[in-house]
């Protein structure tokens, strides 16, 4: 069985850093590309950034570009996303998903807050 | 890149059928076959209903069918059961800068 669980969710004052985990099982995590959807609270989904499977192709949505880094640990099956210079306008709960190809999202974690606030 | 446009709701009465509509650009759902649709229970994660247009993931059922003509995609629900009642998103496809742009999100109500 496919799961996908984050970690690492929190409150934290703006400007500060967090580094958010997914830790992957039930399939092979590295033949995967690895995504980052936010949704802030009422809002809808948003693309923060994705992975190629080897790590070698990163992108993220202009946003974030800067502050935010992806990566990913294929021999501890994990998926990271390190957030620093946070903002309120960060605050949302962050899903780690599987790129299943042709640009879908198969399997979606359960999700961590992030609340950036004084 | 601006959000694909969905209507903020859409109802039915159970067993009849509702269609969302997705309107994004000739650079997004009108450029590329990848258009996928996602079904979103309160406190829960999204869950691929609609991939490619109009492929269904194994598990999901066949009252779920997908479309698009132009700029615009949609997702059908047809036999509406209460369920159903959920917040659905698409989603496109929009360049390898851009892999995903979302919709704004639609409210399914079963009446």
């Known amino acids: 069985e496919v799961q996908l669980v984050e970690s690492g969710g929190g409150l934290v004052q703006p400007g500060g850093s967090l580094r958010l985990s997914c830790a992957a099982s039930g399939f092979t995590f590295s033949n995967y590309w690895m995504t980052w959807v936010r949704q802030a609270p009422g809002k809808g989904l948003e693309w923060v950034a994705n992975i190629k499977q080897d790590g070698s192709e990163k992108y993220y949505v202009d946003s974030v570009k800067g502050r935010f880094t992806i990566s990913r640990d294929n021999a501890k099956n994990s998926l990271y996303l390190q957030m620093n210079s946070l903002r309120a306008e960060d605050t949302a709960v962050y899903y780690c998903?599987?790129?299943?190809?042709?640009?879908?999202?198969?399997?979606w974690g359960q999700g961590t807050l992030v609340t950036v606030s004084s | 890149q601006s959000a694909l446009t969905q209507p903020p709701s859409a109802s039915g009465s159970p067993g009849q059928s509702v269609t969302i509509s997705c309107t994004g650009t000739?650079?997004?759902?009108?450029?590329?076959?990848?258009v996928s649709w996602y079904q979103q229970h309160p406190g829960k994660a999204p869950k691929l209903m609609i991939y490619e247009v109009s492929k269904r993931p194994s598990g999901v059922p066949d009252r779920f069918s997908g479309s698009k003509s132009g700029n615009t995609a949609s997702l059908t629900v047809s036999g509406l059961q209460a369920e159903d009642e959920a917040d659905y998103y698409c989603s496109s496809y929009a360049g390898s800068n851009i892999p995903y742009v979302f919709g704004t999100g639609t409210k399914v109500t079963v009446l």
């Open positions: 000739s650079s997004d759902v009108g450029g590329y076959n990848y």
């Open positions: 998903a599987r790129g299943r190809g042709s640009y879908s999202l198969d399997y």
